[in-house]
């Protein structure tokens, strides 16, 4: 069922089980969890089904540290949240990402690979993925044979990925039609309220942009508002404690991690195809993979650095690869191509690679491949994981929303190891590609510069990790390894602003299996 508290008396009261604040991937995978269940559900959305400008404004803030995008682009404010811009790149974590390491200060996280395993399982399906397959089985479909990296240095991590699933969308009928769950549009939550103690959450105050108000009440509270709006609301609602809720220890906003994407280097080698073949994307019916190369976990211990993954890419001048892949994705959008008859005889002045490509596209599904000469470059960006850092963080301003709310201040900051994990994969790539003939990489002069700059292409992945890391000592984490925010006992926290670390991967998949683990636990709860 979907209402909208503009529609709703001012001054309701809303009880129910399981109140969920956010209708992002997080909030959805819950409700869906928990639909059919005899658990009331009410998923909270500050938004309605499409963009309003008034309401993504609620997102305004001021960035500081290293060049971020701005904070009203980085999100999205409606039912479905940010997946309405995801492009569904994923995979899993892994053991390394999971563990304590002694050079990675902060790390380590009080569940491990096993406890997710089988939230992965059913997390794909929600997120659009086929089965998980090993990686020989991915090389042999994918009919290339892989360079044969010294695993002692390097190893193959493969991205994966399929048509982006905007939760939004695919999930909304479901809800509606689940007799236990309510999803109620344009109620913004403007305050957590909790006993006089800061011991549990007796209500949740809401407000409309057009002045209406509500509370809600429940036995179990959840934050699925994303790593940034979570660790703001907590800092906010501080009526009880001065610090906001959840921060006897001053750890809410702070471990602010992203994942730093920047170009590591080129490529000079006499067979570019076969190396584009190699690390381009490839298509194995409705679900793609994308070959990168991470150090292995031992060369990780012995260099001291964290995880990153690195992937390949290239630019062509020439027309023909281009204006196929241009006419293939506005006929499967459905629209009439724009110049047709300018775009066909692009193509028909280079028929035979044209023809080719089909061939490799629609009968093998392998990736297309621009003519030799036309190659300009190909390129390896790192996708690395960031280094805990407690100066990293989300803090509030001065300056207030239209509710009154004190707007957030993101600093992001790096450190020495992060810096050092790019350089040493650059390193390690070079000297594996130079060993088995694959070509000379030239890494970019900023990579070896032994100050702490960046390139300035370096950006982030729009990845909001850690502002509420979990932790089993309330000293070192937010929340616990059930996501309970340590000493509230009836409020929860879901999404990738639990994350202690955020490997070398995109975090949705991972904050998809969180959610359904989490829904498991309180169905326990609420059982017992």
Not at 51 to 57: A, L, N, V, Y
């Amino acid at each position: 069922m979907f209402s909208d508290l503009r529609d709703l008396e001012s001054g309701s009261t809303l009880e129910t089980d399981v109140c969920i604040v956010g209708a992002g991937p997080a909030g959805i995978s819950m409700a869906m969890a928990l639909a059919g269940t005899r658990t009331r559900v009410l998923l909270l959305e500050s938004g309605g089904f499409e963009f309003e400008p008034d309401t993504q404004d609620l997102y305004d803030g001021e960035t500081a540290g290293l060049p971020y995008f701005d904070l009203t682009a980085a999100r999205l404010r409606y039912f479905g949240g940010t997946s309405g811009h995801w492009d569904n790149w994923c995979n899993q974590m892994t053991g390394i990402d999971f563990r304590r390491r002694d050079w990675v200060p902060h790390s380590g996280w009080p569940i491990g690979e096993s406890d997710l395993e089988p939230y992965y399982a059913r997390a794909r399906p929600i997120c659009g993925l086929d089965r998980h397959r090993p990686l020989e089985a991915i090389w042999n479909s994918l009919r290339v044979d892989p360079l044969p990296l010294d695993p002692a240095h390097l190893d193959y991590r493969f991205w994966e990925f399929a048509g982006p699933v905007r939760f939004g969308e695919a999930y909304r009928q479901p809800l509606k039609d689940a007799p236990n769950v309510r999803v109620l549009l344009h109620a913004n939550v403007v305050n957590v309220q909790t006993d006089p103690e800061g011991g549990a959450v007796t209500r949740l105050d809401l407000r409309t942009l057009e002045g209406k108000t509500a509370t809600v009440t429940a036995q179990s509270y959840v934050l699925a508002c994303g790593g940034i709006e979570n660790a703001r609301l907590l800092l906010a609602s501080n009526s009880v404690e001065s610090t906001g809720v959840g921060n006897r220890h001053d750890l809410v906003g702070r471990y602010f991690q992203e994942h730093i994407l920047d170009v590591l280097g080129t490529v000079v080698t006499d067979d570019p195809l076969a190396m584009i073949e190699r690390f381009g994307s490839t298509w194995l019916g409705k679900h793609g993979y994308t070959a990168g190369i991470m150090m292995s976990e031992a060369a990780q211990e012995r260099e001291q650095v964290l995880n990153c993954s690195v992937m390949m890419r290239y630019s062509a001048s020439g027309d023909a690869v281009k204006t196929m892949k241009r006419l293939q994705n506005q006929v499967k959008a459905g629209r009439l191509p724009d110049n047709l008859a300018a775009g066909v005889w692009n193509i028909v002045q280079d028929l035979d690679m044209f023809a080719y490509n089909v061939y490799r596209r629609k009968m093998l599904g392998l990736p297309v491949l621009p003519k030799p000469e036309d190659l300009q470059a190909i390129s390896f960006v790192c996708h690395n994981e960031q280094a805990p850092n407690p100066d990293s963080r989300v803090t509030l301003t001065g300056d207030r929303d239209r509710f009154g709310m004190q707007r957030v201040r993101l600093d992001w900051r790096t450190g020495e190891l992060d810096k050092r994990t790019v350089m040493r994969h650059a390193r390690a790539l070079g000297a594996e590609f130079s060993r088995t003939g694959a070509g000379i990489f030239r890494i970019e002069p900023w990579v070896e510069d032994e100050s702490m700059s960046w390139s300035p292409r370096m950006e982030g992945g729009y990845h909001h990790m850690g502002t509420t890391r979990m932790a089993a000592d309330p000293r070192q984490g937010v929340v616990d390894g059930d996501c309970q925010v340590h000493g509230v006992r009836n409020l929860y926290i879901a999404g990738s602003s639990v994350f202690p670390t955020g490997g070398n991967i995109n975090p949705t998949l991972t904050i998809v299996a969180l959610a359904l683990r989490l829904a498991d636990h309180l169905k326990d709860a609420d059982a017992a």
